[in-house]
């Protein structure tokens, strides 16, 4: 999984930038396009992350309207398609509805702690939840579209050995507000409210960030049946990727409910070495692993899995490990992602050479399989892959802040 940094993990020479696109309320610099959220008062109902049933319900509690699911398909489209951050926008509905809606509701962003921008144009978010943890979002541009990498948990469980969100522990799983506000947070600083229909700067999802979000299923569904609503954020099936490092008993229902791009943190062909850089092996050994991967729900060659796999010098990088690879995933609609190793302060591996990468990659590709090399993005802001640690620390429940 990718992972988040604390301030004393920065890479050399980072720039704190200021982003002029973020939303009002953020740390750096307000953005007076931008409409604030409302205030996150103690009782009030979050309206993100609420799907229509549950904005339906809210409506009749608070108006006794019998056309609950068309006034509750209004708020939907407010919320999730214009990106609205106040009941004051929201003219289709009544002043007297906006009025009592205020006052039992909210509608709400993670706070902003802190805007990174590389000098490659990738932005990189830490974000305050109510309770006070953090986590990291970052946007990845790629000429007139982009790359959002979200995170599904404060911390993580699975200590790989490669990542430095594996030196942090697990403090709680992000709910569906928070892991869609991620998403429309992002959209509010790149300004892409109402939800265009093409020519999307934000236009890929994957969930990559912090944590491992097959142990958090059950939000990181929700959140993603919302962002997919052809009525709403409207973002394709096909354009959002989960990666997971091996939840086997998860993957078929990954499949099944949401139909999105699996991609699986490989990164070893043998559970020896697997076992020490990616311990989830061993409960899920590799063979498991595989056939899970072969039983994929939807899995052809339009619908292919990517295999990611970290290069690491003298560990997993030799020609033989290439050709066991081509073995593993024979027969697998599949490709592989090739990722140089992105170091991080006390990390234990190295980065492969070019030349042993090249090599790697030619050897993958010789045997029919898409074999691209992934080009290091947001380093100079320790924003790359595996590189991401939150300045969050597990705080005893006294000490928390109120949800």
Known sequence: ????????????????VPDAGLASGAALVPDPGVAPPLAAAPGLADLVGLDREELKQIVTAVAGDRAGAMRANQLWHWLYHQGATSFETMTTLSKDLRAKLAEVARVSRPEVVRALVSSDGTRKWLLR???????????????????????????CTLTCRFCHTGTQKLVRNLTPAEIIGQVMLARDALGEWPSPTDGRLLSNIVMMGMGEPLYNFENVAKALHIAMDNEGISLSRRRITLSTAGVVPMIERCGAELGVQLAISLHAVTDEIRDVIVPINKKYPIKELMAACRAYPGLNNARRITFEYVMLDGVNDTPADARALVRLIKGIPAKVNLIPFNPWPGAPYARSSDTAIKTFSDIVFAAGYASPVRTPRGEDIMAACGQLKSDSVKLRRSERLPA
């Open 1 to 16: 999984m990718t992972d988040f940094l604390s301030d004393a993990g920065l890479a050399s020479g980072a720039a704190l």
């Open 129 to 155: 939840f109510a309770d006070g943890q953090e986590a990291e979002t970052v946007f990845i541009p790629d000429g007139e579209r982009g790359t959002l990498c979200v995170s599904s948990q404060v911390g």
